[in-house]
């Protein structure tokens, strides 16, 4: 094949740390609070705008309440669950390395004694129907390491007795997240608004404030993970006091990402975005021949942390090893052509590609980089025919 010439405008495809929204520049963090504590009425009310943007770009209901906590998704989630799980049986549910996580810690660090799994390989969703919504249930809306999703809230009933612990961290601002379900959700900002890392948001439902006022967990409780003071909610949290000292160029960062959104459209124009560049990838792989979604049912692939795996004949015909190798192999290539970075597969997950898809990613750029990727393909076949002959 020839090579292609032109380049992608901006080569990042991770899926986390993602790319910043378009045209950013450090130029728009000019105001943010450079050494003022973040107690100070400029600092709360940076952190309070942080959190009012959020509740308008995602429409959250005035019932959920949204507070900016430590240690990004995985802080945000973890709090939750060791401070209100416990109070009964859990059903925790996994088809990917994240979910798997949020299992194993159920199970060997909160000890849950009535615990029930169910999971799925790469690539497939358990069968959600089989869940008992008056437990408590974990799971990851998006498996950003499979690039599957939860396609729908129907299995969540409305009067469950259980609450929804619900991972969210590459699926909102790219998906309607269905709130009524949702008593728990987490996310963190360096996924689809393209943030910086180190924190989470964690979003409660009326239901999940009750269970923090109402029941207290048999196990210690870290200081950096206490909601709670003499059993009441500690409201301060949810208007930007947070319980450690954020970074104020982060929440700086977060706040221009939002009035991004805003600016463009809002949630719609932000789902829009990142269907668009799905979109583009399955008109793709529908010609190209050698390579396939991870995720083979359409109605539960991702449009975020897309992921493939190669298909060709005599890739799948190589060994374990090999077909890794292959994998970053056509991984490097692209980095040293600074056409895409950071696309491989996680480390857990089916040898491949994953393809962030979020809607700070250009659709244009999407497609500049199918046609590398088709090239750079095409080179190492030719490479292996060669060595075969």
């Given at each position: ?77 973890e709090m939750a669950m060791w401070t209100m799980l ?287 990727l088709d090239w750079a393909f095409a080179e190492i ?9």
């Amino acid at each position: 094949m020839t090579k292609p010439n032109k380049k992608t405008n901006n080569p990042c495809f991770s899926s986390g740390p993602t790319a910043k929204r378009p045209d950013f520049t450090l130029e728009a963090l000019k105001d943010a609070a450079f050494g003022r504590s973040h107690r100070s009425k400029l600092g709360k009310s940076k952190l309070k705008e942080a959190i009012d943007l959020t509740r308008e770009v995602l429409n959250i209901p005035s019932t959920h309440l949204i507070g900016i906590v430590p240690a990004s998704d995985t802080g945000a989630f973890e709090m939750a669950m060791w401070t209100m799980l416990g109070e009964r049986g859990v059903d925790a549910v996994s088809w990917e390395s994240f979910g798997e996580g949020w299992v194993n810690d159920a199970e060997k660090q909160l000890k849950i004694k009535d615990l029930r799994k169910f999971s799925a390989p790469y690539g497939e969703l358990p069968n959600l129907n089989e869940v008992d919504i008056d437990r408590d249930v974990l799971f990851t809306w998006n498996g950003t390491t499979s690039g599957v999703k939860v396609n729908n809230a129907d299995w969540i009933k409305a009067d469950r007795k259980g609450l929804t612990f619900c991972d969210a961290t590459s699926a909102v601002f790219a998906m309607e997240m269905p709130w009524d379900k949702l008593d728990v959700t987490t996310y963190s900002w360096q996924k689809v608004m393209g943030g910086e890392a180190a924190h989470g948001i964690l979003i409660l439902s009326t239901r999940a404030v009750a269970r923090l006022e109402s029941y207290k967990p048999s196990w210690p409780l870290p200081k950096i993970f206490r909601l709670t003071s003499k059993d009441k909610l500690i409201a301060g949290i949810f208007e930007g006091e947070t319980i450690n000292t954020p970074s104020m160029l982060a929440v700086e960062d977060c706040i221009d990402g939002l009035k991004w959104a805003k600016s463009i459209g809002g949630l719609k124009a932000l789902i829009e975005r990142s269907n668009n560049n799905l979109t583009a990838l399955e008109k793709w792989v529908a010609k190209a021949g050698w390579i396939d979604f991870l995720a083979k049912d359409k109605n539960i692939r991702s449009n975020t942390s897309i992921c493939f795996e190669i298909v060709a004949p005599w890739y799948k015909a190589l060994g374990s090893e090999e077909q890794q190798n292959i994998a970053k192999e056509l991984v490097k290539i692209l980095e040293t052509e600074k056409v895409a970075y950071d696309i491989g597969s996680y480390r857990d997950a089916p040898a491949g590609i994953r393809i962030w898809g979020g809607a700070t990613v250009e659709t244009s750029d999407i497609e500049i980089l199918t046609e590398w990727l088709d090239w750079a393909f095409a080179e190492i076949e030719a490479k292996q025919k060669a060595k075969a002959a």
